[in-house]
């Protein structure tokens, strides 16, 4: 399969080629979750995937509980549908605590101090809506479980109990503070505002099976695709990833959603936002990311810029300041036909309207 191929085939699962997205948590539930350390880049993610929404569909979906926003693949934060908080906080919570046990320890969270905040939590968090982070750990410590309340021991405490299925991240205060809500209540919101989509929530996936469904979602959402690709999205051991594809066979309910080939499919150009999944899906990102533009796009840290796209590769980057939101092809507008040029401004006056803001674009 040429490079071409296998990036236009990709395109198509990600939705980012062929049909859209029929709305949020279809868009959420293709890729298995949405990496939302920044949740304007979150919100972004589902706009690329989808047409016609606007941001604010996106923030009612986490704040009726039809989403969940938690640490998951990598340990990294995710939105994913509240259908499956269960089964993936039950596959990657073991691992994500472990992971993270001797910088806890470090910080002063240790086995007994980490499930003794436990047990409070939910009477703390119960019926409080989202809480301050800084708040939960001052209300611990009014119950005698006290941290460090600067530094990052809250963020470690606040970590551990997502991996354990207590809590999990809210919506964002004021001034982009992080709240915490508990995980019970954002099962009871979905249910109330029409219910799971898949049986109980903790009773879909166990084991095995939730190894099996992992590998067919993420299959579904990024295929083509190995086991080197599924251990490097999910944060897996690389022979768990094995076995998560050995169990999945050749499953006859996997759809072929990637079945065009390059030449027949339409690849639009699109304005996708920092840390968006066709960037984390893969081992590699050469099938859509030239080497030469690697470090522009990943400078280091961790951070993954915003980007422009343009017949199934990055082209440039794109950036927001104020009310100005400016496009940066890597070799310049000229370097870009017309046509191009034209259908990136009607991108950027997408995610104008989208936000709900009125932004001019320039190039650069």
Same mark, same amino acid.
């Given at each position: $399969?040429?490079?071409?191929?296998?990036?236009?085939?990709?395109?198509?699962?990600?939705?980012?080629? %062929?049909?859209?997205? @029929? =709305?949020?948590?279809?868009?959420?539930?293709?890729?298995?979750?949405?990496?939302?350390?920044?949740?304007?880049?979150?919100? /972004?993610?589902?706009?690329?995937?989808?047409?016609?929404?606007?941001?604010?569909?996106?923030?009612?979906?986490?704040?009726?509980?039809?989403?969940?926003?938690?640490?998951? $693949?990598?340990?990294?934060?995710?939105?994913? *549908?509240?259908?499956?908080?269960?089964?993936?906080? %039950?596959?990657? %919570?073991?691992?994500?605590? !472990?992971?993270?046990?001797?910088?806890?320890?470090?910080?002063?969270?240790?086995?007994?101090?980490?499930?003794?905040?436990?047990?409070?939590?939910?009477?703390?968090?119960? #019926?409080?809506?989202?809480?301050?982070?800084?708040?939960?750990?001052?209300?611990?410590?009014?119950? #005698?479980?006290?941290?460090?309340?600067?530094?990052? !021991?809250?963020?470690?405490?606040?970590?551990?109990?997502?991996?354990?299925?207590?809590?999990?991240?809210?919506?964002?205060?004021?001034?982009?503070?992080? *709240?915490?809500?508990?995980?019970?209540?954002?099962?009871?919101?979905?249910?109330?505002?029409?219910?799971?989509?898949? =049986?109980?929530?903790? =009773?879909?996936?166990?084991?095995?099976?939730?190894?099996?469904?992992?590998?067919? @979602?993420?299959?579904?959402?990024?295929?083509?695709?190995?086991?080197?690709?599924?251990?490097?999205?999910? #944060?897996?051991?690389?022979?768990?990833? @094995?076995?998560?594809?050995?169990?999945?066979?050749?499953?006859?309910?996997?759809?072929?959603?990637?079945?065009?080939? %390059?030449?027949? $499919?339409?690849?639009?150009?699109?304005?996708?936002?920092?840390?968006?999944?066709?960037?984390?899906?893969?081992?590699?990102?050469?099938?859509?990311? &030239?080497?030469?533009?690697?470090?522009?796009?990943?400078?280091?840290?961790? $951070?993954?810029?915003?980007?422009?796209?343009?017949?199934?590769?990055?082209?440039?980057?794109? &950036?927001?300041?104020?009310? @100005?939101?400016? /496009?940066?092809?890597?070799?310049?507008?000229?370097?870009?036909?017309?046509?191009?040029?034209?259908?990136?401004?009607?991108?950027?006056?997408?995610? !104008?309207?989208?936000?709900?803001?009125?932004?001019?674009?320039?190039?650069?």
């Amino acid at each position: $399969m040429t490079t071409a191929s296998l990036g236009a085939r990709r395109m198509r699962a990600q939705l980012l080629a %062929g049909p859209p997205a @029929r =709305g949020v948590l279809d868009a959420v539930e293709r890729v298995v979750g949405v990496q939302a350390q920044s949740w304007p880049a979150a919100r /972004l993610a589902v706009r690329a995937r989808t047409r016609g929404l606007r941001a604010a569909d996106v923030d009612r979906a986490l704040a009726s509980g039809e989403l969940a926003r938690t640490w998951l $693949m990598r340990g990294t934060l995710h939105l994913v *549908s509240a259908a499956d908080l269960g089964w993936l906080t %039950g596959l990657f %919570g073991p691992l994500n605590r !472990a992971a993270g046990r001797r910088r806890r320890e470090e910080l002063g969270v240790d086995d007994d101090t980490a499930e003794r905040a436990l047990a409070e939590i939910p009477g703390i968090l119960a #019926g409080a809506g989202p809480m301050d982070r800084a708040e939960l750990v001052a209300r611990l410590a009014g119950r #005698g479980v006290r941290i460090e309340p600067t530094g990052q !021991a809250p963020a470690h405490l606040v970590a551990y109990a997502a991996a354990a299925g207590v809590l999990c991240r809210g919506p964002d205060l004021a001034g982009g503070r992080p *709240s915490v809500i508990l995980a019970e209540e954002v099962r009871v919101a979905a249910a109330a505002a029409g219910g799971p989509r898949r =049986g109980d929530f903790e =009773g879909d996936f166990e084991g095995d099976a939730a190894l099996r469904e992992l590998a067919r @979602r993420y299959l579904l959402g990024y295929g083509p695709a190995d086991a080197a690709d599924l251990a490097a999205w999910s #944060g897996l051991p690389a022979a768990t990833a @094995r076995r998560a594809l050995a169990l999945l066979g050749s499953d006859p309910e996997l759809p072929d959603v990637a079945s065009e080939s %390059g030449a027949s $499919m339409s690849l639009p150009p699109r304005l996708l936002g920092q840390f968006d999944t066709v960037l984390l899906g893969h081992r590699d990102r050469d099938f859509v990311l &030239r080497a030469e533009h690697a470090k522009r796009v990943n400078a280091g840290g961790g $951070m993954v810029a915003a980007t422009l796209l343009v017949g199934g590769e990055v082209v440039g980057l794109w &950036r927001r300041t104020g009310r @100005r939101l400016t /496009l940066q092809p890597f070799d310049g507008p000229g370097a870009l036909p017309a046509a191009t040029r034209d259908a990136l401004e009607a991108e950027a006056a997408d995610v !104008a309207r989208f936000l709900g803001e009125p932004l001019t674009t320039a190039w650069e």
